[in-house]
């Protein structure tokens, strides 16, 4: 079973201040998805990326896949408190099946 | 609006009660899934269907049933719970089953409680 880890699990910041959350594993990804949860919904996705070493910017949000496509992380520049959430990282291990990471709990403090 | 849609939201229920949680969407996706979410576990896929009459396991199916009679309907069945099955739910639907490349559309979740 391919395992997604998730760092960190729990992360509480301050308003304005910069973050950077991540999501590894010991296989390569045929592709990845990173998804924001907020309490009482499901997941929505906010990036997919494919190709190793992509770069995808979402506003004040960064996205970057590793090289050898076993890693990525998320970051996110001035931090709002629309920010928190759960971010998920989702991978597909080349089964087309997508494996959910743990996921790292945001909290942003106005 | 392009939707995924769960009933019950809650529900709390005795050990050996059969329940059915409906999960619908209208966008006409050829593929649907269930996953609990469990604190420190994530999310893990129940069930699976590709099409209408086509299902198959996920990673955790054991004490669940699903059906899919029509494309737009994929409802989750505990013929009887166990308190190990309290969680929350999420129903999700993809146009198609490619993996990660694909847009995953989630329902608003089901929290379960067994007692």
């Known amino acids: 079973t391919q395992l997604l880890e998730q760092s960190p699990q729990f992360l509480s910041i301050q308003e304005g201040e910069n973050l950077t959350v991540y999501c590894n594993s010991s296989s390569v990804f045929s592709s990845l998805q990173w998804y924001r949860q907020e309490p009482g919904e499901g997941p929505v996705l906010l990036v997919t990326v494919v190709t190793g070493g992509e770069v995808k910017k979402l506003k004040r949000l960064t996205f970057q896949f590793g090289d050898a496509r076993k890693d990525s992380s998320l970051h996110i520049t001035a931090a709002q408190p629309g920010d928190t959430g759960l971010y998920l990282c989702a991978g597909d291990f080349g089964n087309e099946k997508l494996t959910f990471g743990t996921g790292t709990r945001l909290t942003i403090i106005p | 609006e392009a939707q995924v849609t769960q009933n019950p939201r809650y529900l709390i229920t005795v050990t050996g009660k059969k329940l059915t949680v409906t999960c619908s969407q209208n966008?006409?996706?050829?593929?649907m899934s269930w996953y609990r979410q469990d604190p420190g576990l994530g999310l893990r896929q129940i069930y699976y269907?590709?099409?209408?009459?086509?299902?198959d396991k996920g990673d955790v199916p054991e004490g669940y049933k699903v059906s899919r009679k029509e494309k737009r309907n994929f409802p989750l069945i505990l013929e009887s719970p166990s308190p190990n099955q309290t969680s929350l739910y999420f129903c999700?639907?993809?146009?198609?089953?490619?993996?990660?490349?694909?847009?995953?559309?989630f329902g608003p979740g089901t929290r379960l409680t067994v007692l």
């Open positions: 966008m006409n996706h050829e593929y």
């Open positions: 999700a639907s993809s146009l198609l089953p490619r993996g990660a490349t694909d847009t995953q559309y």
């Open positions: 269907s590709m099409n209408v009459e086509v299902t």
